[in-house]
């Protein structure tokens, strides 16, 4: 019986053959439930479970169940002092908060494998890029890729395997209203299936916290960034730049690039209107000769045949209002030019005392790694850095890979280096982290031409799913065998260029290479018209992810799961047969590209609508929600987006941000920032049929108006409130 204050109680309940003891721990209407005979625990809500007991143990320490004694309990805590068959000791402390319970396990001997394990569930999501490697979703003929991760199972959980870069554990499951994160950046154990849910960590340290989260999404998102942030890994406030069109000379130029291709590619997409506001010199900069100066750690050096002047260079792209960004890993080759100081100072991950010589997909020469959890050695690295920085480079695409097999490595081992930078003011593109947001763009792995189109999709939703919702897609074509495209376009080539622009569009960060002017006409408008679009609605997109920032919840990417978890429909979509790759931007963008392997053939696609009222950007039709449309025409020329929920968005028209209401609105009140002010923006809308008369007021006074498209559209002001009238 739940109590109005929080209740624990111990209670002898009699079973068929034994006497055992339940400890039960009851806090603001959630209830944690232990059998100290096994172990097997779970929680309930008021009457109803949310994770049942696995059938055969909870907690294993050694591969052996624990069994424990209550010793200490609070309003919201109980503490617990256990020990398997075999004599290997720990202790539980349970503590509860609105909608959190943390599980700390205190480890007598660390070292040991540990695990918690319930009952299972599904659907599930999250798992970042573990969501898209796994051999589980190999078959014949190719790879099958969904972003229900129900089935997975990994007792070596950790970055680097496969394409595994940015990482985290935290698993959702919105049906059931729960999710589950162990925290801990070594080797982890995550299973998770419809028959049961295991989370653990190879090697124990001393402690280790398991949290479990409860409630709606917003709930469980809001605690996710809590503990992330407590735990010591930060989440921060991405910059507006970052969100803009970017440049990438990989894409562009592959390895051939100097001062010429560069600027002259460059300069020719802001002729040609694309409305650039970053760029990536990641590959080529450095001297030709030795190889041992090649990647992204010969700090301050540039070949000087390919690059004679290269801060005149950086400065021609910076008066264009650009940021000028390197590649940048945490590789020093051996016997490359800062290895020697690395070495003798004590900078570098060892291995019995000596600095550890690495041998990974990239680079190919043997190099040490950075250890970045050193402050001295934090110190000289950014001392490097510097260097370039002294150039003007005012950015970073973080580029560490292929360093699968060593599982010394951390899944954080670039987080400090990516912090220091960020705190500098500097834009980064993050590749590698751990549960971190410390970079202003989350890059999925290599996205190219000639790859399964399946996985592009799935990586950037996983993302959203896992707390990483500022997803950059890859360059638009990505490269063809990393080399830029042969001159010979073929329609395959040409159908890819156009369906991939169109859902890049989509992504809080968009990226241009293989230039448009070698297409026909007909491809490079398409490319031109979703980079302008992307540019269009970037404040709406900025806007969103300062919400994202201040409470977790994934504003900028939200998977229809995330956003409507009691719709059956929106669940089993996401994937390479139905590929129902749909998601919201705030709550009135609904994003449908139509995209996935079947780019060269697909012309329809079946989108389900959620449930509200929903128009199509560019014809103004409007639909119901909670429907289907079968088959629905998406021509490569067409903005696939829906406009819904509020009806209201920030949109950049002509060079003015101006707030667009659409005649779906229903009657609620917005919330908006502009992209240089964190002062809210209030807009009181009533439900709107029509915007042949609405009328706007602020203060009391009327606000000039007009129609853009569908919408009617105004220019605000940061901190201000506007009321509409009208609109029946």
Same mark, same amino acid.
Not at 77 to 90: N, Q, Y
Not at 311 to 327: P, T, Y
Not at 701 to 722: E, K, L, N
């Given at each position: 019986?739940?109590?109005?204050?929080?209740?624990?109680?111990?209670?002898?309940?009699?079973?068929?053959?034994?006497?055992?003891?339940?400890?039960?721990?009851?806090?603001?209407?959630?209830?944690?439930?232990?059998?100290?005979?096994?172990?097997?625990?779970?929680?309930?809500?008021?009457?109803?479970?949310?994770?049942?007991?696995?059938?055969?143990?909870?907690?294993?320490?050694?591969?052996?169940?624990?069994?424990?004694?209550?010793?200490?309990?609070?309003?919201?805590?109980?503490?617990?002092?256990?020990?398997?068959?075999?004599?290997?000791?720990?202790?539980?402390?349970?503590?509860?908060?609105?909608?959190?319970?943390?599980?700390?396990?205190?480890?007598?001997?660390?070292?040991?494998?540990?695990?918690?394990?319930?009952?299972?569930?599904?659907?599930?999501?999250?798992?970042?890029?573990?969501?898209?490697?796994?051999?589980?979703?190999?078959?014949?003929?190719?790879?099958?890729?969904?972003?229900?991760?129900?089935?997975?199972?990994?007792?070596?959980?950790?970055?680097?395997?496969?394409?595994?870069?940015?990482?985290?554990?935290?698993?959702?499951?919105?049906?059931?209203?729960?999710?589950?994160?162990?925290?801990?950046?070594?080797?982890?154990?995550?299973?998770?299936?419809?028959?049961?849910?295991?989370?653990?960590?190879?090697?124990?340290?001393?402690?280790?916290?398991?949290?479990?989260?409860?409630?709606?999404?917003?709930?469980?998102?809001?605690?996710?960034?809590?503990?992330?942030?407590?735990?010591?890994?930060?989440?921060?406030?991405?910059?507006?730049?970052?969100?803009?069109?970017?440049?990438?000379?990989?894409?562009?130029?592959?390895?051939?690039?100097?001062?010429?291709?560069?600027?002259?590619?460059?300069?020719?997409?802001?002729?040609?209107?694309?409305?650039?506001?970053?760029?990536?010199?990641?590959?080529?900069?450095?001297?030709?000769?030795?190889?041992?100066?090649?990647?992204?750690?010969?700090?301050?050096?540039?070949?000087?045949?390919?690059?004679?002047?290269?801060?005149?260079?950086?400065?021609?792209?910076?008066?264009?209002?650009?940021?000028?960004?390197?590649?940048?890993?945490?590789?020093?080759?051996?016997?490359?030019?800062?290895?020697?100081?690395?070495?003798?100072?004590?900078?570098?991950?060892?291995?019995?005392?000596?600095?550890?010589?690495?041998?990974?997909?990239?680079?190919?020469?043997?190099?040490?790694?950075?250890?970045?959890?050193?402050?001295?050695?934090?110190?000289?690295?950014?001392?490097?850095?510097?260097?370039?920085?002294?150039?003007?480079?005012?950015?970073?695409?973080?580029?560490?890979?292929?360093?699968?097999?060593?599982?010394?490595?951390?899944?954080?081992?670039?987080?400090?280096?990516?912090?220091?930078?960020?705190?500098?003011?500097?834009?980064?593109?993050?590749?590698?982290?751990?549960?971190?947001?410390?970079?202003?763009?989350?890059?999925?792995?290599?996205?190219?031409?000639?790859?399964?189109?399946?996985?592009?999709?799935?990586?950037?939703?996983?993302?959203?799913?896992?707390?990483?919702?500022?997803?950059?897609?890859?360059?638009?074509?990505?490269?063809?065998?990393?080399?830029?495209?042969?001159?010979?376009?073929?329609?395959?080539?040409?159908?890819?260029?156009?369906?991939?622009?169109?859902?890049?569009?989509?992504?809080?960060?968009?990226?241009?290479?293989?230039?448009?002017?070698?297409?026909?006409?007909? $491809?490079?408008?398409?490319?031109?018209? *979703?980079? /302008?679009?992307? %540019?269009?609605? &970037? !404040?709406?997109?900025? +806007?969103? @992810?300062?919400?994202?920032?201040?409470?977790?919840?994934?504003?900028?990417?939200?998977?229809?799961?995330?956003?409507?978890?009691?719709?059956?429909?929106?669940?089993?979509?996401?994937?390479?047969?139905?590929?129902?790759?749909?998601?919201?931007?705030?709550?009135?963008?609904?994003?449908?590209?139509?995209?996935?392997?079947?780019?060269?053939?697909?012309?329809?696609?079946?989108?389900?609508?959620?449930?509200?009222?929903?128009?199509?950007?560019?014809?103004?039709?409007?639909?119901?929600?909670?429907?289907?449309?079968?088959?629905?025409?998406?021509?490569?020329?067409?903005?696939?987006?829906?406009?819904?929920?509020?009806?209201?968005?920030?949109?950049?028209?002509?060079?003015?941000?101006?707030?667009?209401?659409?005649?779906?609105?229903?009657?609620?009140? $917005?919330?908006?920032?502009?992209?240089? *002010?964190? /002062?809210?923006? %209030?807009?009181? &809308? !009533?439900?709107?049929? +029509?915007? @042949?008369?609405?009328?706007?007021?602020?203060?009391?006074?009327?606000?000039?108006?007009?129609?853009?498209?569908?919408?009617?559209?105004?220019?605000?002001?940061?901190?201000?409130?506007?009321?509409?009238?009208?609109?029946?």
């Amino acid at each position: 019986m739940q109590r109005l204050a929080s209740l624990l109680c111990v209670s002898a309940i009699a079973c068929a053959s034994c006497l055992y003891a339940e400890t039960r721990l009851q806090h603001q209407g959630l209830t944690f439930h232990l059998d100290e005979s096994s172990g097997r625990y779970g929680f309930a809500a008021g009457a109803g479970d949310i994770v049942l007991p696995d059938s055969s143990a909870g907690v294993l320490l050694g591969g052996e169940p624990v069994r424990f004694k209550r010793v200490n309990a609070t309003s919201s805590t109980v503490s617990l002092e256990g020990g398997t068959p075999s004599g290997k000791h720990m202790s539980l402390k349970v503590t509860f908060s609105a909608h959190c319970a943390d599980l700390e396990a205190s480890v007598a001997e660390p070292g040991a494998e540990l695990r918690f394990q319930t009952s299972g569930a599904s659907p599930a999501y999250g798992l970042a890029d573990h969501a898209v490697y796994r051999a589980k979703y190999e078959k014949a003929g190719g790879q099958w890729f969904t972003t229900d991760v129900t089935g997975f199972s990994d007792d070596a959980f950790l970055s680097g395997q496969g394409i595994s870069r940015l990482v985290s554990n935290f698993v959702i499951y919105p049906k059931q209203q729960f999710a589950e994160l162990l925290i801990d950046p070594t080797t982890k154990i995550v299973h998770t299936s419809a028959q049961q849910i295991v989370q653990g960590v190879k090697r124990a340290p001393a402690k280790v916290h398991l949290y479990y989260f409860f409630g709606d999404p917003h709930a469980i998102y809001a605690e996710y960034l809590r503990v992330r942030r407590a735990a010591g890994y930060k989440v921060e406030m991405p910059k507006y730049q970052a969100f803009g069109v970017g440049w990438e000379a990989f894409g562009a130029l592959g390895w051939e690039t100097n001062t010429n291709t560069v600027r002259d590619s460059v300069d020719r997409y802001l002729k040609d209107g694309y409305p650039l506001t970053w760029m990536v010199i990641g590959s080529g900069f450095w001297p030709a000769e030795p190889d041992t100066m090649h990647e992204t750690t010969s700090f301050g050096y540039w070949d000087k045949t390919k690059y004679p002047d290269p801060k005149a260079l950086i400065q021609h792209f910076r008066d264009e209002g650009l940021a000028v960004m390197l590649g940048l890993r945490i590789t020093f080759i051996v016997g490359g030019p800062y290895s020697d100081e690395g070495v003798k100072h004590g900078y570098f991950l060892t291995e019995n005392g000596q600095a550890k010589v690495y041998k990974g997909g990239w680079p190919k020469l043997p190099y040490y790694l950075l250890d970045a959890h050193n402050p001295a050695a934090l110190d000289w690295y950014m001392g490097l850095v510097k260097k370039w920085q002294d150039y003007g480079i005012n950015g970073w695409k973080e580029d560490f890979y292929g360093y699968g097999g060593y599982e010394d490595l951390r899944d954080d081992k670039v987080d400090p280096t990516n912090g220091r930078l960020f705190a500098q003011k500097q834009l980064i593109i993050e590749r590698n982290g751990y549960l971190s947001s410390n970079g202003d763009l989350h890059r999925i792995n290599d996205f190219n031409y000639n790859q399964q189109q399946d996985r592009g999709p799935v990586n950037a939703l996983a993302f959203a799913y896992s707390g990483f919702p500022y997803v950059y897609p890859d360059i638009v074509g990505g490269t063809f065998g990393e080399n830029h495209f042969s001159t010979n376009r073929t329609p395959k080539m040409e159908a890819y260029m156009m369906r991939n622009a169109r859902w890049a569009s989509l992504h809080a960060s968009m990226g241009m290479g293989e230039p448009p002017w070698s297409f026909r006409k007909e $491809v490079s408008d398409v490319m031109l018209a *979703s980079a /302008q679009f992307h %540019a269009r609605i &970037v !404040p709406y997109l900025y +806007s969103n @992810a300062r919400k994202a920032n201040a409470d977790g919840y994934p504003w900028t990417m939200t998977p229809l799961p995330i956003a409507f978890p009691s719709d059956a429909n929106v669940h089993g979509r996401e994937n390479s047969t139905t590929r129902g790759y749909e998601w919201l931007i705030g709550d009135a963008m609904l994003a449908a590209p139509l995209y996935g392997d079947d780019y060269l053939s697909a012309t329809t696609r079946d989108i389900y609508l959620p449930e509200g009222r929903w128009m199509d950007y560019d014809t103004g039709k409007i639909y119901e929600g909670k429907q289907t449309l079968k088959d629905f025409e998406m021509p490569a020329k067409k903005t696939p987006v829906f406009i819904g929920g509020s009806g209201v968005t920030l949109e950049k028209i002509n060079g003015e941000t101006r707030i667009c209401v659409y005649p779906i609105a229903k009657a609620s009140t $917005v919330q908006l920032t502009l992209p240089e *002010s964190e /002062q809210v923006i %209030a807009v009181k &809308v !009533p439900a709107i049929r +029509s915007i @042949a008369t609405v009328k706007v007021t602020s203060s009391g006074a009327a606000v000039a108006t007009r129609t853009d498209g569908h919408a009617i559209t105004f220019v605000p002001r940061a901190g201000a409130s506007y009321v509409l009238t009208g609109g029946e």
